[in-house]
Protein backbone atom coordinates (compact mmCIF):
# COMPACT_ATOMS: atom_id res chain seq x y z
CA UNK A 1 0.00 0.00 0.00
CA UNK A 2 3.06 2.32 0.68
CA UNK A 3 4.84 1.37 -1.98
CA UNK A 4 1.76 2.04 -4.18
CA UNK A 5 0.79 5.79 -2.57
CA UNK A 6 4.66 7.06 -3.65
CA UNK A 7 3.98 5.62 -6.76
CA UNK A 8 0.98 7.85 -7.23
CA UNK A 9 2.19 10.64 -5.94
CA UNK A 10 5.33 10.49 -7.88
CA UNK A 11 3.53 10.63 -11.57
CA UNK A 12 1.36 13.19 -9.89
CA UNK A 13 4.42 15.20 -9.12
CA UNK A 14 5.87 14.33 -12.70
CA UNK A 15 2.50 15.18 -14.28
CA UNK A 16 2.95 18.99 -12.68
CA UNK A 17 6.78 19.15 -13.16
CA UNK A 18 6.19 18.22 -16.91
CA UNK A 19 3.20 20.73 -17.20
CA UNK A 20 5.91 23.51 -15.58
CA UNK A 21 8.46 22.50 -17.88
CA UNK A 22 6.22 23.10 -21.14
CA UNK A 23 4.49 26.29 -19.87
CA UNK A 24 7.69 27.62 -19.15
CA UNK A 25 8.69 27.68 -22.73
CA UNK A 26 5.70 28.80 -23.90
CA UNK A 27 5.86 32.16 -21.52
CA UNK A 28 9.49 32.89 -22.17
CA UNK A 29 8.93 32.64 -25.80
CA UNK A 30 5.46 35.09 -25.42
CA UNK A 31 7.27 37.24 -23.19
CA UNK A 32 10.32 37.38 -25.74
CA UNK A 33 8.02 38.42 -28.68
Given at each position: ?K???L???????F??F???M????N???????
Open positions: MVRSGSYNNILLIFFIMNLPTHGKEKK
